[in-house]
């Protein structure tokens, strides 16, 4: 399985990010909060308590973010999906979106069930090789067999939370280099090419 942070990006752009697991049409709070959160994480007090999941219990949570940092792994550009905040944002919008907590429950189910009857080991105590072998078979929908649908679509929603996660917190933008909401006192308006090529005229 080779996913990347490009790879998680294109899958925003083709796909309902996060639809199925309540992360769809989360509007500006949530992501303000994520954002906020991750800003945190770059500076963290000296003293901050570790952040206690609200809706994930202890192996959940060890689970999220173990297959969140599968998905998007610190690289020599940008920090990891943890070092972001992602868990944290996915937490949070269990609790904002709770119509998404028993996909997610059970999808995470599926993955211990999947990995204790080929491993006979949970996801979190697997190798690194097995994990790879159960993931390779949920993470392309095209090429999946039938009996993994319930895994294919689990995988494909947390995918697509974790892009959207990383992708809006502040790490995920310097990693895009996302140059908007910076203002351009220098702008001079569209240039003339543009304007002859759409056969318009400057008013």
């Not at 083709?14 to 989360?26: N, S």
């Not at 949970?122 to 097995?130: Q, W």
């Not at 999946?144 to 809006?168: I, K, L, N, Q």
Request: glycine residues 8%.
């Amino acid at each position: 399985m080779d996913i990347t942070r490009r790879n998680a990006l294109k899958i925003i752009g083709v796909t309902p990010v996060a639809a199925g697991i309540g992360l769809a049409d989360a509007g500006a709070e949530p992501q303000q909060a994520h954002q906020q959160h991750a800003a945190g994480q770059a500076k963290p007090a000296a003293k901050k308590a570790p952040y206690k999941p609200k809706f994930f219990n202890a192996h959940e949570w060890a689970t999220v973010a173990l297959l969140a940092d599968l998905i998007i792994p610190k690289d020599e550009k940008s920090g990891s999906a943890t070092d972001a905040g992602v868990p944290e944002f996915i937490d949070f919008m269990m609790i904002d979106r709770p119509e998404g907590q028993v996909p997610m429950r059970g999808g995470l189910r599926w993955l211990d069930a999947e990995s204790n009857a080929r491993f006979g080991k949970t996801f979190r105590d697997a190798s690194a090789t097995e994990r790879t072998a159960l993931l390779d078979d949920i993470a392309y929908t095209r090429d999946a067999r039938p009996e993994f649908s319930h895994g294919v679509a689990f995988f494909s929603r947390f995918r697509d939370a974790v892009a959207t996660g990383f992708f809006t917190s502040k790490m995920g933008i310097q990693d895009l280099q996302y140059m908007g909401n910076v203002p351009n006192p220098g702008w001079d308006g569209c240039p003339a090419n543009c304007y002859e090529h759409l056969g318009v005229t400057k008013s």
